[in-house]
């Protein structure tokens, strides 16, 4: 079973992705995008599948030490990291924007499918790989497959410490009022690390 998509694009996100961020947050992203495609393919909706995947697989790039910014949330700089890459692809502007915005919403309030379906997607899929949310609703051996594909190793603890960094220094961003919302008790509690 393959966890990726394979067009030059998808390929291209992967490899950045892969050059930048840690094992596990790579391993996040993958499991992320996923997570968000078995959800969507369950549940018959339409999406643009290279578009989710390149901004499922840059959506933590943010949080890493080349592109973590002083003045911007982790996800605004991660969507500029999309903008960038998209741009040497070739992408239009529009199609770019919207690789930026995917990610920019992941950390923002709900968005259904109607509104914003590759969003609402990542939402999901980062919802699910990060505690626990949905995870009873996909099927055991798809679960079971993809984390032996893309083990989550320490990944709750690090990432953990990455949103609680992004509070301390940047306390009016989204990460903070995720961190003041309970994230350490969700993200220890996720079944994903009971498996």
């Known amino acids: 079973m393959t966890w990726t998509l394979d067009t030059a694009s998808a390929c291209a996100a992967l490899e950045i992705a892969s050059e930048y961020a840690d094992a596990e947050l790579l391993h996040h992203s993958v499991r992320s995008y996923a997570f968000g495609a078995a959800y969507a393919d369950r549940h018959g909706l339409e999406y643009d599948r290279e578009l989710f995947h390149v901004a499922a697989l840059l959506h933590d790039l943010g949080l890493t030490a080349p592109f973590d910014s002083h003045t911007l949330p982790f996800e605004e700089a991660g969507g500029h990291v999309a903008r960038v890459l998209t741009a040497g692809l070739g992408w239009p502007a529009a199609r770019r ?3 930026a915005e995917v990610i920019v919403r992941h950390m923002r309030d709900d968005v259904t499918a109607a509104e914003d379906v590759e969003s609402h997607l990542l939402q999901v899929g980062t919802s699910a790989d ?9 099927d055991p051996s798809f ?3 993809l984390l032996a594909a893309h083990p989550r190793g320490g990944f709750g603890a690090g990432f953990l410490a990455l949103m609680e960094d992004q509070a301390a220094r940047k306390p009016h961003c989204a990460a903070a009022a995720y961190v003041a919302g309970g994230a350490a008790s969700r993200i220890a509690a996720n079944p994903l690390d009971a498996a």
Not at 130 to 138: H, I, T, Y
């Open 97 to 99: 924007a919207r690789a």
């Open 143 to 145: 679960t079971a497959a």
């Open 130 to 138: 990060v505690s626990g949310l949905r995870v009873a609703e996909f």
